[in-house]
């Protein structure tokens, strides 16, 4: 209409929203509204200063927090066939998976690592819900197997943070199949005597929780996490009335026993390093179960056992074979 | 009277007009409609068999979820005798969502668990329309550890749109019972043979059908979320739920592709609800088969064949 109009007034917002934007130099708190500097926001691993709210965070985050001085080494992950029902909504699954790949430079939701925790060798496994919702996928099924593997290699603990939506329903019914086979890999871990401890972090629902999730040896929450099967919204939809405060958060799944602990991120580095210290230590005369290692001398099987039986029956490595050479035989099947 | 599914419209007004016919026959005994009757007799058939012979995967699921559809009542009710149903998870209460038992097979002893959608009003809502809560699984492992421990073979029916979602199902860990009751599934030392014989849905079906043997009837689904909550979610529309039910392969002949089930048992013409005893017949024999097939083997050998079958599952593809 006018200079004004035309003119100054896109140049004053130019210039505003320049300034509010360079690098994010100070981040909103999403809970409070509170103003904090990015530098401190990093050293409090995203955890507001003001009011302890404690935000997302994706891997690396994670690891850097976790691991001995932050170093790690991450391992690769089996690729999987991507988009094996060529899904399309309103957009191409194919299309949402670039983005999300672009967006966190991961190949899909599940990021693995080993390093050590106070000197322990751990391999630890985090879902990042940047990408699409951190939803279990086959990729994620196959990393979170992959994880559980290297964990029995190394004979370390496995730690790992969830953080997911659910089930990948872009991947239909080989999303759900996920349930069951990451299932098996916490089997694995379970026989192999291994810890696996499950750190719980805001949100953590559906499938996932409905299987690998809520599986761990010691199960671990960050403070006001949604951690549920379904939805807030899709019960207040079926029941009809609406839900107390702090419904499906960490503390109240804490109270209801479905938690050992809600532990604030600034003391979970510590709690970790305990609980898998206290769980690997274990004296095997102590305990009905000794912890199996691998040299099958190691501990004392009671008398009137057949050791060569036992070992048939319960050795990891006789299993893994067994499982390959089967695995080789259905591959020579169907060619 | 016959519930006709929105896609049956031509199907139900020939078998209709055939009704009519028979009526104004059995007034008139001297009116000749022999003829007649069979000409529409056989049109009636022919519409129903290419009706049934190009389900979409939504009409599938609407014959899937069709009220008269035999449900696991029935079907024990035909093929285990002596079925001695067992309540409770031994935590807080009973499920009728979903029933388990021990019961004679074949002449063989089994368990046997599965969800009860109900058929009537009264029965729906007692058995919370198949929508089990944490109770149910949790009474569902309990009977899975027991048959373990007599070396009972266990048989799954699986029909259940998913585990409900209500605030006391939260409260007492709905997610924790479906990944025990799986995980129970997949520590079995006896075989399991899990047949979805309507709906399978979603996690709540897993908990069930994490089996050495996975079979479908010809026109259940299986799906990771129903049709209408994918549409919702991924269209924001929950009238898409066609397009959704097509997109996520939903059908017994889609899974057998992907080689996510074992086995298809087809249905009588115009589906399972058209003749109930023969389906029920079918899948009894198919189940035996099944179990038949794994005579003989260790606890050990069962457990593995679990494990290799679902981590085989999409590997086929690996690049």
């Known amino acids: 209409m006018n200079w004004l109009t035309n003119f100054a007034r896109p140049k004053v917002k130019a210039f505003f929203s320049k300034r509010n934007t360079p690098d994010n130099l100070w981040v909103n708190c999403t809970n409070c509204g509170s103003m904090v500097f990015h530098r401190d926001l990093i050293a409090q691993q995203f955890v507001c200063p003001s009011c302890q709210f404690h935000m997302r965070i994706g891997p690396t985050e994670r690891f850097k927090a976790i691991f001995d001085g932050g170093l790690y080494e991450t391992f690769d992950l089996p690729d999987v066939l991507p988009d094996p029902l060529k899904f399309k909504d309103e957009k191409k699954y194919a299309d949402r998976i670039k983005e999300s ?54 004979r370390a603990p496995f730690i790992l943070f969830t953080a997911a939506g659910g089930a990948r329903m872009q991947e239909g019914i080989l999303s759900l199949m996920q349930m069951p086979r990451t299932t098996i890999a916490v089997q694995i871990l379970h026989e192999a005597k291994l810890p696996y401890i499950v750190v719980l972090t805001d949100p953590t629902t559906g499938g996932v929780t409905a299987s690998y999730a809520m599986l761990g040896d010691v199960q671990i929450a960050e403070p006001g996490a949604l951690i549920g099967f379904a939805g807030p919204r899709v019960i207040e939809q079926t029941i009809r009335e609406k839900l107390p405060e702090g419904f499906q958060r960490s503390e109240y799944l804490l109270e209801h026993g479905m938690l050992d602990m809600v532990v604030h991120r600034h003391d979970l580095r510590k709690t970790l390093s305990h609980i898998t210290h206290l769980l690997m230590d274990r004296s ?13 001398g190691a501990h004392k099987i009671p008398s009137g056992v057949d050791r060569n039986n036992l070992q048939a029956d319960h050795s990891i490595d006789s299993e893994i074979s067994k499982e390959e050479e089967q695995r080789a035989r259905l591959a020579g099947q169907t060619p | 009277m016959h ?50 012979a190009k389900l979409t995967p939504w009409q599938k699921t609407q014959v899937a979820r069709h009220p008269v559809r035999p449900h696991f009542t029935d079907y024990v009710g035909q093929l285990v005798e002596d079925f001695t149903p067992l309540a409770g998870d031994r935590s807080f209460g009973e499920d009728k969502a979903i029933i388990a038992g021990l019961g004679r097979f074949e002449g063989r002893s089994i368990a046997v668990i599965g969800h009860e959608k109900g058929a009537d009003t009264q029965s729906r809502l007692e058995h919370n329309f198949g929508m089990a809560r944490p109770e149910g699984y949790r009474k569902a492992a309990r009977i899975m550890a027991l048959a373990d421990r007599f070396c009972l073979p266990v048989v799954a029916l699986v029909d259940t749109t998913g585990a409900y979602p209500g605030r006391g199902a939260e409260e007492r860990g709905q997610a924790e019972a479906i990944a025990r009751s799986t995980e129970m599934c997949l520590s079995l030392g006896v075989p399991l043979v899990s ?3 309507g709906e399978g849905g979603s996690g709540g079906a897993v908990a069930l059908a994490a089996a050495n043997r996975v079979l479908m009837l010809e026109h259940s689904v299986y799906s990771v979320i129903s049709p209408e909550g994918c549409a919702s979610i991924l269209w924001r529309d929950s009238e898409r739920a066609k397009d959704a039910a097509a997109a996520m392969k939903i059908t017994a002949q889609d899974l057998l592709g992907l080689k996510v089930i074992d086995q298809i048992i087809p249905e009588p013409v115009g589906g399972a609800h058209r003749d109930p005893a023969r389906a029920i017949a079918d899948t009894g024999a198919a189940i035996h088969q099944a179990l038949q097939e794994m005579e003989g083997w260790t606890g050990q050998a069962l457990r593995q064949d679990r494990r290799v079958k679902f981590l085989e599952i999409g590997r086929a593809g690996l690049v």
Do not use: W
Request: hydrophobic share 40%; net charge negative; aromatic share 4%.
């Open chain 2, 3 to 52: 519930v006709f599914l929105d896609f049956e419209t031509q199907i139900a007004d020939l078998e209709g007009k055939i009704e009519e016919l028979r009526q104004v026959a059995a007034q008139d005994p001297a009116m000749n409609i022999g003829e007649e009757l069979g000409k529409l007799e056989t049109k009636a058939a022919a519409q129903l068999r290419d009706t049934y």
């Open chain 2, 195 to 197: 047949v979805i014989i």
């Open chain 1, 284 to 296: 095997p005369g102590k305990s009905d179960t000794p912890p199996r290692a691998l040299d099958p």
């Open chain 1, 101 to 154: 790949r672009s967006k966190t430079s991961q190949t899909d939701a599940v990021v693995s690592a080993t390093g050590t925790l106070d000197g322990l060798g751990i391999v630890m496994a985090v879902q990042n819900f940047k990408f699409m919702g951190g939803s279990l996928g086959m990729a994620a099924g196959e990393a979170l197997i992959r994880s559980a593997e290297v964990a029995i290699q190394k």
